[in-house]
């Protein structure tokens, strides 16, 4: 008992001592400055008493405590400082060295730093960080207890040491507080400083414990807007059970246990999905967090295998992760300890209803706003979760695109939605979503979409052309603008499979992605459209949200989309984490309308019109055309024979002899006619590759001079066949004798084209709409008045019989 009691006072004594430390460390007042110097969103509440988390920001306690406040997780805690880039020293001297001046010469009173002081100063630094590595040391070896205690990597520190890295340059993250081996992950993923949105999500979300609401421009690094928050929960649990450990002698694993499910990501796309989870991967590499991806198309079996490794954070597509769910998964039935749900590309999610998996999902989550004493019961129902898991469970809803109504946002701050009550069947707003999802009061909505909500070095453009001649200009794009990764956009899996068809007829090397496609090809398609540095993908929607490849640098929109989020996203894929690119939609005359009204959408008047060389259109629709022949008859041949393979199939199975009853002159016609068809096929087949040997001539070429900027990837290719057939032709041909000087192609990327072309080329898009629109209500006006003749005659022509049989 007098044990007992000396254990509970000194307990109380290191806890009065800490909340002391916490006292002096809040009045001070440099911190004070920096803390103020946050970038806060102003959506993000200053005042204590608006914010539910008020009591656990900054909580020590064990019981519903774990968030840490940012004085608490500075350099003292962890011995983690980024030292100042040696520019923002030398600026800061010369600022105080001007200040000092000025002060001086306004004869105001200077308190000179006499030698003593600075020896004085020396000597509380060196005793400050003789401190401080004292404490890093401390931390360091809790770490290395309670990740042995776990069976888990104990160097992982030493790991992340290994390699050089100059710190300064990454000065910029110190703001935000990250663990220590966040901020290394981060560094030796070369990131500089933090995306804005990230710089506005990490405090609201990992050190305020907030639920999110984050939109931001296409690759703006909103993964790890909400990755960095999930992984610093997890490593401040980890170091607060080893520390408590350290302590108290409580066991670590009964804290801290690892091996539970505490992070759901869901992400609309197999691919996103891939790709999330990768790139948490890449920061979690050396903290020992597993993260798994659980999406369609890859076995079950396997699936379930990983996820008896049972990993921390897990991340899926609705429909595998649903199934999984309710055939009684185990780990991923354990969403009682669940910290953080969150919806990426949240209003995907909302769209044509076809996520009726993920209502499921969401309504298997527990209630997350539950009473304490509710709480304290679930607490002891539950055996594997610890006090520090059994906080609120946060809600992060992204997307580049989220448009909230002002209602929901005013709900939010009163504080008055309701979770998984009266609520509409279906999932079909954000708001629903984010309300079903147990979305709290009060949560951050961190807006950083601009009016126009496309990237900011995105150039848009477009051709205007007839639907016919959309392949035509296609094909000019991606030959004489082919530099850098392509990808070309469609609406329909036929205009896919058209396109591809063609421009691989035309020697043009793509790759395709779409819905209907093995997951193992799709894959394949982009690790493909990855390795290849001009490679070009052929995609339906299924690629427009989320995808992030380096290096593309044009998006073609051949089919436009069918709303305005969807260009959005479509563009997104170029101009990602700040590079530039340029988009290009083709427009038909059908496609006007809706060019218009996705203009107005982003409040656009004016659209640049893409710079074309007319001059090469002769050749490319010479090329077009017999491609055009080719793919016509393949088409007929190969469906001829998949018609003949599917009859003879069926005729199999039900153990039937097929006969063939035509005469002999019919088949010697038909033999005949196979014969013709090769023959020409064949001849088209040489005329083409005859011209796309060589590379695309304006009509102005000349074989004398060499104009241009650059060369595309195909006329290189085209320039170093032709250089081997020169030296291997001794005797010389045409081109061998007059000396191999080509080329008259001006543009080298899309981007660089449209940039050069100047101001001048743009179209006024209300005008053009304005046309249109008169010209639809002309047609329809007509086909009105014709309508109206036709019955005005017909009923002319019945009274005119009926009047006959009276008489
Ligand atoms: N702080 C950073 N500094 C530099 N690059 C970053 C930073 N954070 C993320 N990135 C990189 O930026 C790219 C885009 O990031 P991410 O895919 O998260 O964007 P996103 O906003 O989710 O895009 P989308 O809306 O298209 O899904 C990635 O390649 C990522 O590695």
Known sequence: M??????????????????????????????????????????????????????IVGSNEVEGGGFLSLEEIDEAEYGLDIPEPEYIQRNKKLKEDADLNNKKSD????????????????????????????????VSENLKVEHTDAGLDTNVKDDIGEEEIDETEFYAWNELRLHPLLLKAVCKLGFKEPTPIQKACIPAAAHQGKDVIGAAETGSGKTLAFGLPILQRLLEERDKAANLFEEMGEETERIAPTGI??????????????????????????????????????????????????????????????????????????????????????????????????????????????????????????????????????????????????????????G???????????????????????????????????????????????????????????????????????IVFCTSIAALRHISSILRILGVNVWTLHAQMQQRARLKAMDRFREKENGILIATD????????????????????????????????????????????????????KFASLCKSFSKENFRRFPLENSYMPEVLKRLSLARQIDKITQKSSQEKAEKTWFDRNADSVELVTETYDSEEEQVNKHKQMKATSGKLKNLQQELNTLISRPLQSKSFSHRYLAGAGVTPLLQQQLQQLARQKVSDQKGTVLGKKGLVVIGQDCVEALQALRSSGEEVSMDVKDRAGKQRNAENLRRKRKQEKTRNFFTRNICFSSLLVCLFCC
């Open 416 to 486: 008055s939605i309701k979770q998984k009550q009266s609520l509409a069947d279906g999932l079909n707003s954000i708001e629903t979503l984010s309300e079903r999802a147990g979305m709290r009061p009060n949560a951050a909505i961190i807006d950083l979409t601009n009016p126009s909500i496309l990237a900011a070095k995105l150039e848009e453009s477009f051709i205007e052309c007839t639907e016919d001649n959309k392949d035509a200009y296609l094909y000019y794009i991606l030959t004489v603008h082919g530099q850098g990764r392509t």
């Open 107 to 138: 004869g105001g009173d200077v308190k000179v730093e006499t030698g003593k002081d600075e020896g004085n100063k020396a000597n509380e630094n060196k005793k400050k960080k003789k401190k401080k590595t004292k404490k890093k040391k401390e």
């Open 542 to 593: 299924v690629a427009a949200r989320g995808l992030d490849i380096a290096g593309v640098k044009t998006v073609v929109h051949y089919q436009l989309p069918h709303s305005a989020e969807v260009y959005v996203h479509r563009s997104g894929r170029t101009a990602r984490a700040s590079a530039e690119g340029c988009s290009i939609a083709l427009i038909s005359p059908k496609d006007t309308a």
């Open 261 to 414: 499910l505490r992070a759901l990501i869901i992400a609309p796309t197999r691919e996103l999905a891939l790709q999330v989870t990768d790139h948490l991967k890449a920061v979690a590499k050396h903290i020992n967090v597993r993260v798994t991806p659980i999406v369609g198309g890859i076995l079950a079996e396997k699936q379930e295998r990983l996820l008896k490794a049972k990993p921390e954070i897990v991340v899926g597509t609705p429909g595998r992760l649903w199934e999984l769910m309710s055939s009684g998964e185990k780990h991923l039935a354990e969403l009682h300890s669940l910290s953080f749900f969150v919806l990426d590309e949240a209003d995907r999610m909302v769209q044509n209803g076809h996520f009726k998996e993920l209502q499921s999902i969401i309504d298997m989550l527990p209630m997350s706003n539950i009473s304490p004493e509710d709480n304290s019961q679930s607490a002891k129902n539950c055996v594997t979760v610890s006090s520090y898991q059994r906080k609120k469970r946060q809600t992060l809803v992204f997307s580049a695109t989220v448009a909230l109504s002002a209602d929901f946002r005013k709900k939010l701050k009163r």
């Open 2 to 55: 007098a044990e007992e009691e000396a254990t509970t006072a000194a307990f109380s004594e290191r806890r009065h001592r800490k909340s002391k430390r916490k006292f002096s460390k809040v009045r001070d007042s440099e911190q004070l400055d920096r803390l103020e110097s946050l970038p806060w969103n102003s959506s993000i509440p200053q005042d204590e008493h608006d914010d539910p988390f008020s009591m």
